[in-house]
Structure formats: structure tokens, C-alpha cells
């Protein structure tokens, strides 16, 4: 099992800055590929980006490409989510998520475990 718990969340004015973290405990290992995901209110849950196991190939969704980053710290077992020029659209729960294998993808099948979140909260 594989533990993950989410922080960094909070309130912020559009144009502003969060870094999310994701701290991965249990049966860790540098072999999982992570993602995140978000579900804003009365909306489906939705892939953000994704990164492999190594670190070396990351990518994200159209709507965040070029203001978000993803990367990760295996060493501290802890993925990371920088997230620049936010906007009011930005706002949801941010979930982080492992999947036990190389390099993982949009669909959420493809995760083995989940966090619970973290809200982001984006002020206009």
C-alpha cells in the first residue's frame, strides 16, 4: 500500500502562485509514476500532468501546458506541482496520484492510488 497526502493548497489571487506537494509514504518506490488531477464543483474529475518514474518525461493538460510544472523528488518521495498564472478556472481539489508503472496517463485507471486532496482557491 501506498500512502499520499496532498498540501500546499490555499487562496490566491489570479496572476498569483502555489506549489502543491505530494508526500508518498508505505510502500514507496521511485518506480511509480505520478500524476494530478483536479475536480472543480459540480465537475468531473480532470488530468492535469503527469510524470514517469525517473522524472525524465512529464507532460500536462492543454489547459495548464506553459503555467504549470511538474516534477518530482524521489529521494524525498514527494512530487511537486507548480502552478503559475493562475486563474479563477483554476480552482478545484488538486489530487495527487501513483500508478505502478513507468509512465502513467490522463485516464484514471491508470492510477493504483489515490491522495485526498488539497483545495486551490483562485480569487479574481
Known amino acids: 500500500q501506498v500512502q499520499l497526502v496532498e498540501s500546499g493548497g490555499g487562496l490566491v489571487q489570479a496572476g498569483g502562485s502555489l506549489r502543491l506537494s505530494c508526500a508518498a509514504s508505505?510502500?514507496?518506490?521511485?518506480?511509480?509514476?505520478m500524476g494530478w488531477f483536479r475536480q472543480a464543483p459540480g465537475k468531473e474529475r480532470e488530468f492535469v500532468a503527469a510524470?514517469?518514474?525517473?522524472?525524465?518525461?512529464?507532460y500536462y493538460a492543454d489547459s495548464v501546458k506553459g503555467r504549470f510544472t511538474i516534477s518530482r523528488d524521489n529521494a524525498k518521495n514527494t512530487v511537486y506541482l507548480q502552478m503559475n498564472s493562475l486563474k479563477p478556472e483554476d480552482t478545484a481539489v488538486y489530487y495527487c496520484?501513483?500508478?505502478?508503472?513507468?509512465?502513467?496517463?490522463?485516464?484514471?485507471?491508470?492510477?493504483?492510488?489515490w491522495g485526498q486532496g488539497t483545495q486551490v482557491t483562485v480569487s479574481s
Open positions: 496520484a501513483a500508478g505502478n508503472t513507468y509512465l502513467t496517463g490522463s485516464y484514471h485507471s491508470e492510477y493504483d492510488y
Open positions: 510524470i514517469s518514474w525517473s522524472g525524465a518525461r512529464s
Open positions: 508505505g510502500r514507496t518506490s521511485s518506480s511509480y509514476a
